[in-house]
């Protein structure tokens, strides 16, 4: 957790911890947009989510993400198995320096198991992405997600 320490000894740092970064400014820095957890339908535990995130500043590589709204979160990719579309996990995603990882419906997206009941539409739930750096860092970017309807 290497934004604890300059919070400690300058709380006016802490805007630049948000979003993960290293505390001198150097090593890769992490940002998001359209963060977004679709409702699950007809009481099902199991759903999907997406995030732009880009990184600058160095290369990352998305190993894990958890959310405190489903018990296991996964990231998984589409691919054709025999003239089907179908989806299977990935252990990571690797992300360039200066480029944007998008998850989406129909593309690399989340996958959200064991997700709580009462979760609907329109509410907000956190998504926390974990990263390792090319020398071995780990990173943690944390979403705040949008809960969606289908159809948005
Ligand atoms: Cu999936």
Known sequence: MRCLAPLLLAPALI???QPASSPAGDGPVLSYEDAFIMAPIG???????GIRITVEGGDVTLTGARSDVAATVETHTMAMVNDKMTMRPVESFEIKDGETLELKRGGDHLMLFGVVPDLAAGEAANISFTFETADGETL????EAEVRARGE
């Open 43 to 49: 009481g099902r535990d199991v759903t999907m989510g």
């Open 140 to 143: 943690t970017l944390e979403a």
């Open 15 to 17: 805007a630049a911890c």
